[in-house]
């Protein structure tokens, strides 16, 4: 198995991205057709918020990438992970999303968060 700083953290000189910073691209590039199908009510409130959260999240990781004070920028990612846990769960009691789109964002989410915790603690190793 390949050191974590490998598999978290980019290194400078590369221009590959972090794997959870190409996991959280995933994620938004996913969720944002399933936002542009909420109904309008829901649309520019829940629907913005959760975009505006995926797109934090992804900058705070893209950040974390290439700055070497990694740590205030991982936990602004840890935190918008478990703001967007709880936006996509609201969307699904809403039923503004199937529960099989719910069960994959959810699925995605939580490898991201799972991806940022390891990051955090390489980082403060």
């Given at each position: 198995?390949?050191?974590?700083?490998n598999i978290f953290m980019a290194q400078h000189t590369s221009s590959e991205p972090a794997i959870v910073v190409q996991k959280a691209y995933d994620l938004v590039l996913w969720l944002v057709p399933k936002l542009e199908k909420f109904p309008k009510q829901h649309r520019f409130t829940l629907g913005q918020r959760m975009?505006?959260?995926?797109?934090?999240?992804?900058?705070?990781?893209?950040?974390s990438a290439y700055t070497p004070e990694?740590?205030?920028m991982l936990r602004t990612a840890s935190r918008k992970t478990n703001v967007l846990r709880y936006l996509l769960r609201l969307a699904k009691d809403l039923k503004l999303m199937t529960l099989d789109s719910y069960g994959h964002?959810?699925?995605?989410?939580?490898?991201?968060?799972?991806?940022?915790g390891g990051w955090q603690k390489a980082a403060r190793a």
């Open positions: 198995m390949p050191p974590v700083e975009f505006d959260t995926a797109l934090d999240l992804l900058s705070s990781l893209v950040e990694k740590g205030p964002a959810s699925g995605r989410i939580d490898e991201v968060g799972r991806m940022v």
